[in-house]
């Protein structure tokens, strides 16, 4: 069991009045902002996936009884990372794993935090090529993002005993194979970046979706997200894929303002752009030009400049489509995947027609029919061709497969128009 999988408390009717309920209510915060970097943190110094997930997991439970019990203390990250240790440690000797070991260990981080970068070689150590493809990124949004099994099998189109399984099975190969937790070099770390940069995306992607919630994202996820990837740019200021996923996530965040507000999913073409962040536009231009200076490019590079485009125009009215659609045809060289051709199709509604987009939606129909996403475009198109009774039941199957309450309200009010 993961420290995001255990039961966190959210019910503030607790045992122990008020002050037991502000303690849950903080420490619910702590292992949503902390388990992954402690998780990442322990996993580097032990080598054990499993060990670390359960000193954290037991961090939690300790937590839990502590702070009801003798109050919040001055520093509860600190706090949880240093019973997380000190129960990994008692877990190595006591099933004498590692016992070798042992005296070797890193020392103590500082009580007021770990380095920036710790969970890095975490992150590509996930990724190595011994492990299967679907198994690198499940263990990844685990061990490194801290998603729970709930996220990663709706963030990956699967369902959470495979999911389970696959993180499972994944652990059990570097266990038994010695796979180094580590950032690689030369042809190695290429090799890996594409998969770390699909992390990190799908990571960003997930802090958007948050089941039972509004349109607000979740800020923590969005922003470890968008720190991750600033951190690999950095570490790797060669690699201009990393800058192209940099600045298209900067991009994306620079529309969130406008994206929520008081709680209701506004789409792109309706936001009010001048609520944008012009900082954050500023940044995503510049990793983006960064990106193209190294004259080597990617699908992340394109993705950004689809982005630009968005973000050049003055208002939905304005946007070059054209120029949207052939970058989306450039895309196609890089990724095929049914969500780049599902977005595609939005596009070429805009150049070519809502009938030619129908034809290509509806060649999606078996890999995305258990998206909401797939759903929506297609019942946008099939108004647009006049097909109401189509649209509307197109419309009530896509809020049927999404948990998110923003979404939910958006499809609802649409339906009943």
Known sequence: MSATDA????????????????SDRLLAGVVREESARITAALTVSFGSFDVAEEAV???VEEA???WRGRGIPPKPGAWLMQAARHNALDRVRRERV?????????PEPAVDGAPADERLPLLFGCCHPALAPDAQLALTLRAVCGLTTAQIARATFSTEPATGQRI??????????????RVPEGADAAARLDLVLTIVSVMYSEAHFVAGADAAADRDLADDALWLARVVAEALPHAAEAWGLLSLLRFHRARESARSVDGELVLLAEQDRTRWDAALLAGARDALGRAARLRRPGRWQLHAAIAACHADAADAASTDWLQVLTLYDLLLAYDRSPVVR??????????????VALAEVDALEDPLAR??????????LLRDLGRDDEALAADLRALELTANEAERRLLATRAGR
């Open 57 to 59: 997991a037991e961090a």
């Open 168 to 181: 499972s099975r994944a652990k059990r190969k570097i266990a038994d194979s010695g796979i180094p937790l």
């Open 64 to 66: 839990l009884r502590e």
């Open 98 to 106: 590692l016992r070798d070991k042992v005296a070797l260990l890193a």
């Open 371 to 380: 998206s909401h996403l797939w759903h929506a475009v297609r019942a946008s």
């Open 7 to 22: 039961a966190t408390p959210r019910d503030p009717e607790h045992p122990g009045g008020a002050g037991a309920a502000a």
């Open 342 to 355: 599902l977005n595609r199709a939005v596009a070429l509604a805009r150049v070519d027609g809502a009938a």
